[in-house]
């Protein structure tokens, strides 16, 4: 099942959030001590929004009672670029991936977004070091529009990041 996460899902949120910025350290700009830290009231504001915003929202698949991904939207505030927003955190938990979960979750997100007729696209950053990630964003719709060189660092080495985008 596909939904968006409520405060009820804090618990399995943090989880599956924290296990990804741990596993994947190269694939998200946030590292895992930054999260740890982070205020449980900040934490909970993600989920809020998801709740009760849709400009700002957080879908998770779920198998039983356990959320094996998630994706995130944010949308710019901005009047002059409120047409657009960002992808974060889109993670698939590592013994399921492989099986359609990422495709699906993608696809719920796109309809979602597609809700909002002043959504003109989606936009996202990955590290040219996750090509798994990439292909799954081509094959969904995703188009490569630029790269940023040494975009992140994990502290000893510098990465590049991909933007891609997707019309809505």
């Known amino acids: 099942m596909i939904r968006k996460l409520n405060t009820k899902d804090y618990d399995e949120f943090c989880r599956i959030r924290l296990e990804s910025l741990k596993t994947y350290e190269i694939a998200f700009s946030s ?7 982070a205020p449980k009231k900040m934490k909970l504001k993600l989920l809020e929004d998801s709740e009760n915003d849709s400009s700002n929202f957080i879908m998770g698949y779920f198998q039983d009672e356990k959320l094996l991904g998630i994706i995130g939207f944010r949308r710019e505030t901005r009047e002059s670029v409120s047409h657009k927003g960002s992808m974060w955190g889109f993670v698939v938990d590592s013994d399921f991936q492989g099986k359609g979960i990422g495709k699906k979750l993608i696809m719920s997100f796109v309809d979602q977004l ?3 007729k002043n959504i003109k696209y989606v936009r996202l950053m990955v590290a040219t070091a996750c090509e798994r990630a990439i292909k799954l964003f081509m094959s969904s719709g995703f188009i490569q529009y630029g790269i940023e ?9 510098f990465y590049d990041q991909i933007y891609m985008k997707r019309e809505i």
Do not use: L
């Open 114 to 116: 597609e809700k909002d």
């Open 31 to 37: 590292m895992p001590e930054f999260f740890i830290n």
């Open 149 to 157: 060189t040494e975009s992140i660092s994990d502290g000893k080495n």
